[in-house]
């Protein structure tokens, strides 16, 4: 039996071998899998061999393949993984916007478990995790080399289940730990009021499957509010982490008549493709701000890009996060999935947003509302890991009490405020430009 298991190995890491080399030369990319992979397969091979008949206890195949296979990951990129067939289950769960775990958007800089943003109204926002947050422990245990896809299996879990995370933060001395009670996530991604003077608000917190449908909705409901047109509309996507690709174009072809909304390319012509609005003679006429900070990634940093390269929106806030790469879900044997990096995003005008973000028209930094007790709410960029990040209280009542009096106060949000009253000015300026 030993030996027998010994040739199955060999044997399947050499018909991995020969179709990999099989199916490249078929597609004249003989040049991706030169002599010097075929001598490092070979070394692969003899590794797992000599493991499996000489290490101390018995060790078990898939195992050790599937380590191989995490390990040619993370020698790419934080958002390049092998997923297991719960993991893929986990995803589908994830991008319909309901799941169960403490909520929070995470990512791998410079080697470190990093929160891009909290979910607004989610177990972890109310606990008072911040953007920027290092994550270093989790239920105790190092967070060192682990990929984003092992950590979401970790902080998910059952409703009401704890999960202890362990972080570090800036003008902090010391790590703390903070337990969270895991919940249902049901994501509102969309929120809207109307403001003064016929200015709509619309607050998307993240792209999930409804999120364009119930954008539609509330822009119909703020254009049906006292019958009268809009006079202008503030686009809120602050701490926005992003999520669906398909639904952040038709949130931006809700906007615009015509253009280029945002294109993608890649090594391979097969995952080059560009996304055009199409006019539904449905779309808002009055004048739109955008509102961004270093919480707003990916999918939100397309809309934003879209908007400001067509010319429809003015962009406020400060530099978005800068996440702007494709990654393609490859399916595999046994319900397994690699998701691999294969393009990047570009905006119209072929701006890269994979690092550098979108730059505000106007940059305004957010001035951090205190209540009495100095609570304050702060993000944090991906370039600014280290940056200015000030330690916060944990009673998630009084932070979930600030966002609300911030969210039905403008007068505490600067960055609003500013928004607001560009376009209470809007008028003013083009009747100007007609004398």
């Known amino acids: 039996m030993k030996g027998f298991f010994n040739k199955r190995i060999l044997g399947t890491v ?3 071998t020969f179709l990999i080399v099989f199916c490249i030369s078929g597609n004249r990319l003989v040049s991706a899998l030169d002599r010097g992979s075929y001598k490092q397969l070979k070394v692969f091979s003899e590794v797992l061999d000599i493991i499996d008949r000489n290490y101390v206890e018995p060790v078990d195949s898939k195992k050790l393949i599937q380590g191989a296979i995490n390990g040619m990951m993370k020698a790419l990129d934080p958002h390049s993984t092998f997923m297991t067939e719960e993991m893929c289950r986990e995803l589908e769960v994830e991008t319909k916007g309901s799941f ?5 958007e995470i990512t791998v800089l410079k080697d470190v478990l990093t929160v891009v943003s909290p979910i607004e109204d989610t177990p ?5 995790v911040k953007a920027g947050d290092q994550i270093i422990k989790i239920d105790g245990q190092s967070t060192k080399d682990i990929t984003i896809m092992e950590a979401v299996n970790k902080l998910r879990g059952p409703k009401d289940s704890k999960v202890t995370i362990t972080i570090l933060r800036e003008n902090q001395l010391k790590p703390k730990d903070i337990t969270i009670a895991r919940a249902i996530i049901q994501i509102k991604s969309i929120k809207y009021k109307m403001l003064e003077d016929q200015i ?5 917190a993240s792209f999930q499957e409804r999120t364009a449908d119930d954008l539609k909705k509330a822009l119909q409901e703020l254009k049906g509010k006292k019958a009268r047109p ?8 602050r701490n926005n982490p992003g999520g669906l690709l398909a639904q952040s174009i038709e949130v ?14 890649g090594r391979i012509k097969s995952v080059e493709s560009k996304a055009v609005a199409t006019d539904d003679r449905d779309e808002p006429n009055c004048p739109i701000v955008v509102l961004v900070n270093e919480g707003t990634a990916s999918a939100a940093e397309i809309v934003s890009g879209a908007l400001q390269d067509n010319g429809r929106a003015l962009i406020i806030g ?26 990047k995003y570009y905006t119209p005008k072929g701006r890269s947003i994979q690092a550098e973000g979108i730059t505000p028209d106007i940059s305004v930094k957010y001035v951090k509302p205190a209540d009495e007790n100095g609570l304050e709410n702060e ?26 009096r911030v969210f039905d106060d403008v007068s505490q949000d600067n960055q609003l405020r500013t928004a607001l009253d560009i376009l209470k000015s809007w008028g003013i300026f083009q009747n100007s430009k007609k004398m």
């Open 252 to 265: 931006s072809d809700a906007f615009l008549k015509s253009g280029t909304i945002v294109s993608t390319k």
């Open 124 to 128: 972890a926002f109310l606990a008072g």
């Open 100 to 104: 169960g775990g403490i909520g929070i």
């Open 14 to 16: 050499f018909l991995l």
């Open 379 to 404: 993000t944090i960029r991906e370039r600014d890991l280290k940056g200015h990040i000030k330690a916060v209280g944990e009673d998630g009542k009084k932070q979930s009490e600030l966002q609300k």
């Open 230 to 237: 809009l006079k202008g509309l503030i686009l809120d996507m």
């Open 318 to 343: 400060t530099q978005t996060f800068g996440k702007g790469s494709v990654q393609t879900v490859i399916p595999l044997e046994e319900g397994a999935a690699l998701k691999l990096t294969t393009a």
């Open 200 to 204: 709509g608000y619309i607050r998307i």
